[in-house]
């Protein structure tokens, strides 16, 4: 079993993602104080009936993540929507102690890591494991979703090598192969491989809205396209919302191309569609995806 | 086990399709004369190795589709790219007995039905299950490609009530829902809920093909929007080529929408975001699509 640099962690925020980190810490054998807070009611239950290793997961729920005791945490997980997380970072700086970690699972990073850096200095880093799924909550939690994957951690302005180095050595631990980014890096990069799909797949499937005939008419192409457009829209629209330089301005290249594309249907030569295919092809078998 | 209209079947075309629909035939119980031609060596190769329920699926495989008895053979069916299907049609007014029925399985209709009506009549009739997946070739063949999904038959010009009847019952034993349209509305649908969203997802890739530190930066989001973009190019290509009408009207759709979210984007508003995103999800939920 690995071994995690920190010992007593709490997660606030048990849907999908925080849940299912959980049970992954569980699976994969951590032994220390593990305490949640923040949910629906049906999260908070499943959470505290949760079983992992022949244990409870949690030591400790709250309903309230003002009523978690932070005095001894030396791990503290965000595990809240980007617009939700401003006023954890409050709450970490008045309650945990001087050596504790902060850190988040956010999408989109400029606006938040100045957010927290700015209350909880160095202490805070944040990370993005690139694990997504459109369900949503602890019932759709499952250890399984941290397997396979890549974590981002974020340099903002401040990084203490300390810290990196053990939110490096957790990340390792629950699985995943880190990998290290400048903020603005992060949100240019997750606006082409994230953040933009989101948006083409919403925006396809409420062009196809006014047509109901044609729900009968779809196969899994459309299925696996649109998975993403079955996600919150809340989410996804405050994620956009942030990242929107970045997003505008990929939207404006794949605008280009499609009309390049356009021209070509427009004209009397298939050469350069199929030669668009093929590249778009290649580069994708050079993608290294998480594999389920 | 099912009752199959047709008792001496024969598929041209051994790759992911055609070596499907032959497993699932004996899967579910036809019992009668099946032949195969058509495909690579390593197509024909597991195909007349291929076993289900016991026996060997196929009766017969010739390499060559031209060497195929088809002297008693009910239904020929051609699971082959549309850019190949006129060669068979040939084939096939030539060497099929009068009473056989003919069908196929191409994701575009227009050019191809019109010359299989002229040289077969109403005795072929196209067919397109709403099936799809991005490998090829029979090493990927299963039975479970044809499970929990709609097949439409499509009325050209000249429709035979009782050939009909017949691909109906044919597609109703094979596990399939299905549903009637005319060629024309068949292709602008599909334009819709296939062909374009495969001609964004090749374009999508295609524009991160500069950017090879991309690969690295992905998840489970854009590994399933560009899933259909690990399809094979030319046969896409040939498809959307076919279809460029329909999916260019659609397509301009799209970039009208697209760029109604970029003003959003670039404005002070997010409301009508979050609205768009909603309504694309609202109309996801509505689709029905294969279950695996």
Sequence with gaps: MSTFPFQNIAIIGLGLMGGSLALALRARGYTGILQGAGGS??????????????????????????????????????????????????????NLPAAAVVTDLAS??????????????ARYQSSHPLIGAEQHGFAAAHADLYRDYRCILCQGSVTDAEVDERLTGFWT??????LHLDVATHDTALAATSHLPHLLAFAYLELLGAEPELALLAGGGLRD???????????????LWQNR??????????????????????????APLLASLSRGQQTRSRFRFPSS
């Design 41 to 94: 009611a049906s999260d908070l239950g499943l959470a505290r009936s949760a079983q992992g290793h022949g244990r409870a997961v949690f030591d400790e729920i709250c309903e309230d993540p003002a009523d978690l005791p932070l005095g001894a945490v030396d791990l503290l997980i965000l595990a809240v929507p980007p617009a939700a997380l401003s006023v954890y970072f409050a709450l970490a700086a008045e």
């Design 173 to 178: 631990a629950l699985g995943a192969e880190v």
């Design 225 to 239: 396209f649109s998975r993403i457009a079955a996600s919150d829209p809340r989410l996804w629209a405050d994620i």
């Design 245 to 270: 330089a970045a997003v505008r301005a990929r939207l404006a290249r794949l605008q280009e191309g499609l009309g390049r594309l356009d021209g070509v249907l427009a004209g009397e030569d298939p």
């Design 108 to 121: 989109v990073k400029a606006n938040n890591v100045a957010k927290g850096e700015a209350l909880l200095g």
